[in-house]
């Protein structure tokens, strides 16, 4: 004889409806957060290769950020050395048409000119700090404050800066050593400025003797120009390899947040059709429990 038997089958029923609830509950998470998985335990053998590309992309963007700040400090670098190489270049065409024509007016504005934009670029500064001071950054690495005071100094007098430069570890194994102290780029410009003071104010036509430091001034300003262009091309170089290592680092980063992305995003519109479905599902399992609940023996008697 067959039993009739509802309670186990309804126990059965429930269990299965919790269970849906439960994937319910956890695709309208998905849905709202955007997330495959609420931790990392719950990406399973994927947990480990998450950590390490979520510590990878820290390290490349840390890298990136590194390179941006170095490479600001770069074109400050390459901003203040073109001033200083266009004004001594345009004094020494004054100069030299001075010589020519045996005419100076202004030219000794000009080189009270020429000399103020090279102190105001070898102290100037990044942040607060000087550029050109090494690890002097207590006191403006170039002393004298006009052309004057020049006349009876040294070089040791002049300059303060050590020669101490900047690093920056701008990729794995990759540590990048810049900068430039103030005596490297001036030190022969500050001679030649030198020869102009000692030589006194000129007036709208130079003396012999004007004549003789003018000529000899220029000899100094083109060893000078000789140094400091160098130094440019060299800050040019560190700022190319900055600007490389800087993009290969963005570019690992982008990688790394696909791979990320990857294996942690939910894809939103699988999630809304899973959602749909167990919507679907749910409600036809409270249907089917509501008439199993309903049925009675009696009706089955009459």
């Known amino acids: ?54 510590s990878l992309l820290a390290r490349q963007e840390a890298q990136s950020t590194v390179a941006d700040t170095v490479g600001t400090t770069l074109s400050m670098y390459d901003v203040n050395i073109t001033a200083i190489d266009t004004s001594v270049s345009d004094l020494k065409k004054s100069m030299l048409s001075a010589l020519g024509t045996g005419q100076s007016a202004g030219l000794q504005e000009a080189i009270e000119q020429a000399f103020q934009q090279m102190r105001a670029s070898l102290n100037a500064s990044e942040g607060g700090l000087p550029l050109f001071a090494g690890s002097q950054t ?32 701008v990729a794995d194994g990759v540590d990048v050593e810049y900068g430039a102290g103030a005596d490297e780029v001036g030190s022969k410009m500050f001679l030649a400025f030198q020869k102009l003071a000692q030589a006194g104010d000129i007036g709208e036509q130079p003396t012999a003797a004007q004549k003789a430091a003018l000529t000899e001034a220029i000899g100094m300003f083109n060893d000078g120009l000789v140094d400091v262009r160098m130094i440019n091309a060299e800050n040019g170089r560190k700022q190319q390899q900055i600007e490389t290592l800087g993009v290969r680092a963005e570019d690992r980063a982008v990688l790394l947040k696909d791979l990320i992305k990857k294996n942690e995003d939910a894809d ?31 009706d089955y008697l009459r």
């Open 1 to 54: 004889m067959n039993r009739v038997a509802t309670i186990p089958m309804q126990r059965n029923l429930s269990t299965a409806i919790q269970k849906s609830q439960q994937q319910l509950a956890e695709t309208q998470l998905q849905l709202a957060s955007g997330k495959k998985a609420r931790d990392y335990a719950a990406l399973g053998t994927q947990t480990v290769r998450q950590i390490s590309a979520r």
């Open 138 to 169: 207590d006191s403006l690495p170039f002393k004298p404050g006009k052309l004057a005071d020049t006349a009876s100094m040294t070089v040791a007098d002049a300059f303060s800066n050590d020669g101490i430069r900047a690093s920056a570890h």
């Open 268 to 298: 939103l519109a699988q999630v809304a059709i899973d959602l749909n479905i167990q919507q679907t599902t749910l409600k036809a399992s409270f249907s089917v429990f509501s008439q199993l609940s309903t049925l009675s023996l009696t």
